[in-house]
């Protein structure tokens, strides 16, 4: 769908925002009277009041210049950004399948033509990648979604940057939606090379280089598995020349059976998004490129797939991590820590990184504690962590933190080897959190967002939440970047 911003409307249907006031706004004047005032009559009539999420339809007469205009409800008071993003959600939901094809909504603020475009843009997203037999009444119709405005060039100018964002979301989305049998980690590798032609600069390790690494500790969630493991790494290097990078890690367990600690069958599919982290630094780094980023950012993901099989690890075997720790595997479902466990090391190996942010599908414990609202965010620095909350709260990606401490730590202790790989029931996102901080040097800025409840959608949705996949991350870290690293 195309997103355009104008002075001038021309469009099969026109929509109009009505706020509690039941006042029609001055754009809608001309043709409220053209129509012989069908427009004002439809506010306060039925439920229509222009509350928050309601909306009216009105047919105009034959000869109108449209042959629909919709009213849309905007509350009592001006709506926030989030409220933004819903109008231009829910507006675009209703009309996506009206048969028509132009939609113009008449909007007064740049700013606030922005959040309702974006609203629009995430709810326009589908994935029908592997339907063969949608009809034509099943796809939209909707092709162009026009916002008309007095300063065009400000409303474009601030929709840009978020329209980047939203990029990096449809990706995210994408690649978390794909089928496990689709998506392995050498055909992600493969669609990590092509955003080269997004001006990234990609590198994909195999597990030659690896082995020579000694990153045994991932390799060792990948050996139960056919597929060949990869550690994927994007360079978008838009800011200052020598300035230490921002450094994004992603899990990226293509399919979770749990390996010899085998999952439970009913809902095992989900595992199909445990590659939501590298999912979202992945299409952070597409919008970081697409908006032409002035920063300077490393994404790493650590891309496997966690199988049981004769040559699977097993509980009990001991793994050399490429920092020389060694892991005790207690259950071989807690592999998501050994996959980013080497990627934190390699991150703070090969490059400086200013900070580093991880994300990964990490706990079910995070689903228990915050449930699909709000990641759980994890940090050794209070400034990172404020900033990453505080991105979140702009963009509508939700943080909270929980915390750590030596308490949580020594739940780690192994009989034989310096860790164990889980903690046991109690605070299982901490004790999570806490092992990978094993693996952060004294000195190194490190936030770590589990994200296993809100990387795919389940329960109350948002207007824009139209796919499994949420996309969860890009909004948010392509926010922390362009408040703390451009200036
Ligand atoms: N990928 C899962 C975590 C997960 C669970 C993500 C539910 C999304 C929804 C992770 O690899 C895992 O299996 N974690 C175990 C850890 C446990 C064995 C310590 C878990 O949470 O049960
Ligand atoms: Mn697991
Ligand atoms: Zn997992």
């Given at each position: 769908m195309k997103i355009t911003f104008t002075d001038t409307a021309k469009s099969e249907i026109v929509a109009f925002l009505v706020d509690e006031t039941g006042k029609l706004p001055r754009d809608a004047a001309d043709l409220d009277k053209a129509s012989g005032g069908l427009l004002s009559e439809a506010i306060g009539t039925g439920r229509f009041e222009g509350k928050a999420g309601q909306m009216a339809l009105v047919v105009l007469?034959?000869?109108?210049?449209?042959r629909r205009a919709v009213l849309v409800g905007t509350g009592k008071d001006a709506p926030d950004a989030r409220g933004q993003e819903t109008i231009g959600a829910k507006l675009y939901k209703a009309q996506a399948?009206?048969?028509?094809?132009t939609l113009d909504l008449f909007v007064d603020e740049p700013e606030a033509a922005a959040r309702i475009a974006l609203g629009a843009k995430l709810a326009a997203y589908r994935f029908d990648k592997y339907r063969t037999k949608l009809k034509p009444e099943d796809k939209p119709t909707l092709t162009g979604f026009k916002i008309v405005i007095d300063d065009a060039k400000a409303a474009r100018a601030a929709f840009k940057p978020l329209s980047a964002a939203a990029d990096g979301t449809y990706l995210a989305r994408d690649l978390v939606n794909m089928a496990p049998n689709d998506l392995y980690p050498a055909s992600y590798a493969s669609l990590i090379e092509e955003l080269a032609e997004e001006g990234l600069e990609v590198e994909i390790l195999g597990e030659k280089e690896l082995k020579k690494l000694g990153m045994n500790s991932m390799l060792g969630v990948g050996q139960g598995s056919v597929k060949e493991s990869k550690l994927g790494i994007m360079k978008w290097m838009g800011g200052k020349k020598g300035a230490d990078p921002a450094i994004l890690v992603g899990k990226?367990?293509?399919?979770?059976?749990?390996?010899?600690?085998l999952k439970p069958g009913a809902g095992m599919e989900d595992m199909r998004g445990d590659m939501g982290g590298s999912a979202a630094v992945v299409g952070t780094m597409l919008s970081l490129a697409k908006r032409k980023a002035k920063a300077n950012v490393i994404g790493l993901v650590g891309l496997v797939e966690n199988m049981p099989d004769g040559d699977a690890i097993r509980p009990g075997d001991v793994l050399t991590s490429a920092s020389g720790q060694t892991i005790e595997v207690q259950n071989t479902d807690a592999e998501g820590r050994l996959v980013l466990c080497d990627v934190l090391w390699y991150a703070q190996k090969h490059f400086k990184p200013a900070a580093i942010v991880d994300l990964a599908t990490l706990t079910g414990a995070i689903v228990i504690g915050l449930g699909h609202h709000h990641a759980g965010l994890f940090s050794n620095d209070d400034d990172l962590a404020a900033q990453l909350t505080a991105a979140g709260q702009v963009e509508g990606e939700k943080a909270w933190r929980l915390p750590l401490g030596p308490e949580y730590d020594s739940l780690l202790k192994s009989k034989f080897a310096d860790m164990r790989n889980i903690g046991g029931r109690a605070a299982g996102s901490i004790t999570a959190a806490q092992f990978l901080q094993r693996f952060i040097d004294e000195g190194t800025k490190w936030a770590h967002l589990d994200i296993a409840g809100v990387a795919w959608v389940e329960g109350k949705k948002a207007a824009h939440d139209v796919s499994w996949a949420s996309g969860f991350g890009p909004r948010l870290l392509d926010r922390w970047i362009a408040d703390n690293f451009e200036g």
């Amino acid at each position: 769908m195309k997103i355009t911003f104008t002075d001038t409307a021309k469009s099969e249907i026109v929509a109009f925002l009505v706020d509690e006031t039941g006042k029609l706004p001055r754009d809608a004047a001309d043709l409220d009277k053209a129509s012989g005032g069908l427009l004002s009559e439809a506010i306060g009539t039925g439920r229509f009041e222009g509350k928050a999420g309601q909306m009216a339809l009105v047919v105009l007469p034959k000869g109108s210049d449209a042959r629909r205009a919709v009213l849309v409800g905007t509350g009592k008071d001006a709506p926030d950004a989030r409220g933004q993003e819903t109008i231009g959600a829910k507006l675009y939901k209703a009309q996506a399948n009206s048969g028509f094809k132009t939609l113009d909504l008449f909007v007064d603020e740049p700013e606030a033509a922005a959040r309702i475009a974006l609203g629009a843009k995430l709810a326009a997203y589908r994935f029908d990648k592997y339907r063969t037999k949608l009809k034509p009444e099943d796809k939209p119709t909707l092709t162009g979604f026009k916002i008309v405005i007095d300063d065009a060039k400000a409303a474009r100018a601030a929709f840009k940057p978020l329209s980047a964002a939203a990029d990096g979301t449809y990706l995210a989305r994408d690649l978390v939606n794909m089928a496990p049998n689709d998506l392995y980690p050498a055909s992600y590798a493969s669609l990590i090379e092509e955003l080269a032609e997004e001006g990234l600069e990609v590198e994909i390790l195999g597990e030659k280089e690896l082995k020579k690494l000694g990153m045994n500790s991932m390799l060792g969630v990948g050996q139960g598995s056919v597929k060949e493991s990869k550690l994927g790494i994007m360079k978008w290097m838009g800011g200052k020349k020598g300035a230490d990078p921002a450094i994004l890690v992603g899990k990226g367990v293509c399919f979770d059976t749990g390996g010899i600690s085998l999952k439970p069958g009913a809902g095992m599919e989900d595992m199909r998004g445990d590659m939501g982290g590298s999912a979202a630094v992945v299409g952070t780094m597409l919008s970081l490129a697409k908006r032409k980023a002035k920063a300077n950012v490393i994404g790493l993901v650590g891309l496997v797939e966690n199988m049981p099989d004769g040559d699977a690890i097993r509980p009990g075997d001991v793994l050399t991590s490429a920092s020389g720790q060694t892991i005790e595997v207690q259950n071989t479902d807690a592999e998501g820590r050994l996959v980013l466990c080497d990627v934190l090391w390699y991150a703070q190996k090969h490059f400086k990184p200013a900070a580093i942010v991880d994300l990964a599908t990490l706990t079910g414990a995070i689903v228990i504690g915050l449930g699909h609202h709000h990641a759980g965010l994890f940090s050794n620095d209070d400034d990172l962590a404020a900033q990453l909350t505080a991105a979140g709260q702009v963009e509508g990606e939700k943080a909270w933190r929980l915390p750590l401490g030596p308490e949580y730590d020594s739940l780690l202790k192994s009989k034989f080897a310096d860790m164990r790989n889980i903690g046991g029931r109690a605070a299982g996102s901490i004790t999570a959190a806490q092992f990978l901080q094993r693996f952060i040097d004294e000195g190194t800025k490190w936030a770590h967002l589990d994200i296993a409840g809100v990387a795919w959608v389940e329960g109350k949705k948002a207007a824009h939440d139209v796919s499994w996949a949420s996309g969860f991350g890009p909004r948010l870290l392509d926010r922390w970047i362009a408040d703390n690293f451009e200036g």
